[in-house]
């Protein structure tokens, strides 16, 4: 059984650029949330979407946004980038919404802004 | 704010040995606190949780422990093995909202 897959794994961007994170989550799992780590934060939680609906958003900027698609899988986007907001991105699964069962979590995708 | 705080940051623990790792939280309404494991490269992965109606869970060498009162819950592993070696996060929720997360231990287990 395939797990939660995260695409690039690694990512360079500069200062003021935009990109976008891919995520499909395990086959059935119908949310998908997002999480920022940081060495210093820990994870902070970023949303969450349940069968193509935002549940529930963390206090980050409108800068970050999602969506997800009619196949569970998601995107998340980063406008304007900033130095800070270098971090690995985790994206998780789970078949309820709320992850009360148990979040599966991808490998993540390593951002760096220069 | 942090919502979940947990120490220590980093534990140096002896083959064989206990590791203990602690977390405190503020809102009395979380309902459900997992304990996540993350090994380099990899992302976190669920390991034991417990709801607060219950003061222990045990499921193999690893146990937690958790005070209602005192707002806190640890993590034991027991009979640590250098397979142990990684990072340790406590969490906690909310009626299936957001978790929210400790800022991790560091968990090393001498041969």
């Known amino acids: 059984k395939a797990g939660v897959t995260q695409t690039p794994r690694y990512l360079i961007k500069t200062r003021g650029q935009q990109v976008t994170l891919s995520c499909s989550p395990i086959?059935?799992?119908?949310?998908v949330s997002w999480y920022q780590q940081t060495p210093g934060q820990g994870l902070q939680f970023l949303f969450e979407?349940?069968?193509?609906?935002?549940?529930n958003k963390g206090n980050f900027p409108g800068r970050f946004s999602g969506r997800q698609f009619s196949n569970s899988r998601s995107e998340m986007n980063v406008s304007t980038l900033e130095l800070g907001d270098s971090a690995l991105y985790l994206c998780?699964?789970?078949?309820?919404?709320?992850?009360?069962?148990?979040?599966?979590f991808g490998s993540g995708t390593r951002l760096t802004v220069v | 704010q942090q919502q979940v705080k947990q120490s220590p940051q980093s534990l140096i623990v002896q083959k064989g040995g206990i590791s203990i790792i602690n977390c405190a939280y503020e809102?009395?309404?979380?309902?459900?606190f997992p304990w996540y494991q993350q090994f380099p490269g990899k992302g976190p992965a669920l390991l034991i949780a417990?709801?607060?109606?219950?003061s222990e869970k045990k499921e193999g060498r690893f146990t937690i422990s958790f005070n209602k009162s005192a707002k806190q819950f640890s993590l034991h592993i027991m009979d640590s093995q250098p397979g142990d070696s990684a990072t340790y996060f406590c969490?906690?929720?909310?009626?299936?909202?957001?978790?929210?997360f400790g800022t991790g231990t560091s968990l090393t287990v001498i041969p």
């Open positions: 809102n009395t309404a979380f309902d459900y």
């Open positions: 086959s059935g799992h119908r949310s």
């Open positions: 417990i709801r607060p109606d219950v």
């Open positions: 969490a906690a929720s909310k009626d299936g909202n957001q978790f929210y």
């Open positions: 998780a699964s789970s078949l309820d919404p709320g992850g009360l069962y148990g979040y599966t």
């Open positions: 979407y349940f069968s193509e609906t935002q549940r």
